[in-house]
Nanobody
Framework: QVHVVESGGDLVQPGGSLRLSCSVSGSGISVVVWGWHRQILGKRRELVASLTTTGSTNYADSLKGRFTISRDHAKNTAYLQMNNLKPEDTAVYYC??????????WGQGTQVTVSS
């Protein structure tokens, strides 16, 4: 059984920062690709950032420079550091973990609200 759990979502003022966490648990698992996605109300889910075990990253063009993905391999945890947040970043943020088996798992999402 694989569990993906996001945390760290909150209400933050414009210009503020948040760090989201994504922890993956399960016996003998290894994550090869970490992905953060978000779904803005009324829109399709979109890729925010991804990170492979080789350290290769990919970011949505509109978010480069403000968001940073990282991981702690020993903890099976990935992070999304979000700086200079804007109201349009308000969304549910989801983690997607791809394992060595090729199977991928979604978390339940964490709400980020950027508002004054």
């Amino acid at each position: 059984q694989v569990h993906v759990v996001e945390s760290g979502g909150d209400l933050v003022q414009p210009g503020g920062s948040l760090r989201l966490s994504c922890s993956v648990s399960g016996s003998g698992i290894s994550v090869v690709v970490w992905g953060w996605h978000r779904q803005i109300l009324g829109k399709r889910r979109e890729l925010v950032a991804s990170l492979t075990t080789t350290g290769s990253t990919n970011y949505a063009d509109s978010l480069k420079g403000r968001f940073t993905i990282s991981r702690d391999h020993a903890k099976n945890t990935a992070y999304l550091q979000m700086n200079n947040l804007k109201p349009e970043d308000t969304a549910v943020y989801y983690c997607y973990a791809t394992l060595t088996s090729g199977q991928g798992y979604w978390g339940q999402g964490t709400q980020v609200t950027v508002s004054s």
